[in-house]
């Protein structure tokens, strides 16, 4: 089932998100929703809190990225813990499904090491860079409460302040569905 995303200004986007057990009620739809959520609306990560649940989840399929490490790199992130981010950190364009036609730079390190559980809570501790570093640097921002445009100098955001303010009214193209939070 596809679910409706959370726009930007919607109060769950801001919630540190909980470890879950292996009970959580209805945990394997919820991943399945979130699953064709994603592809539904072509994104190649969706955190839990995007679909309005505040848990420490969130889903990456990196395949349509050329020459991403690892090749196809696709994982379900369960209660995770960034144990550690290093290098020097360069910028990149992030945009993000729950504040369309945005984009923006933004500065992270290329390196981390993450522990998880995946989706049969099994755990891994791994190490990624690039763009798969990056894709989990951004959905793990989403289950602490944060988003990319958190990122941006202050100068940049009051630039991009009236479109954020109208994203948040439901005032913004989109072509999959949405939740917004004065709507
Ligand atoms: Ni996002």
């Excluded at 991943?31 to 848990?55: C, F, H, K, R, W």
């Excluded at 369309?100 to 190490?127: G, M």
Aim: glycine letters at 6%; one cysteine or more; aromatic letters at 10%.
């Amino acid at each position: 089932m596809i679910l409706p995303i959370y726009a930007y200004g919607c109060p769950v986007l801001r919630k540190k998100g909980e470890d879950i057990s292996p009970d959580y009620p209805n945990l394997k739809e919820i991943i399945d929703n979130m699953y064709e959520t994603m592809y539904n609306s072509s994104g190649i990560g969706l955190a839990a809190p995007q679909v309005g649940i505040p848990i420490r989840l969130f889903i990456i399929d990196g395949s349509p990225i050329e020459d991403i490490n690892p090749p196809g790199f696709k994982q379900t992130f369960i209660n995770p813990q960034i144990i550690k981010e290093w290098g020097e950190e360069w910028k990149y364009e992030e945009g993000c499904l729950s504040i369309p036609t945005i984009r923006e730079n933004v500065s992270r390190k290329p390196e981390l090491t993450i522990r998880f559980l995946d989706e049969n809570f099994v755990e891994h501790e791994k190490t990624y860079d690039g763009m798969a570093a990056r894709i989990i640097q951004h959905e793990y921002d989403h289950i602490e409460g944060k988003l990319f445009v958190d990122h941006i100098s202050p100068l940049k955001r009051n630039l991009i302040k009236s479109k954020l303010n109208n994203i948040s009214l439901g005032k913004v193209n989109h072509d999959y569905k949405m939740k917004f939070v004065k709507k």
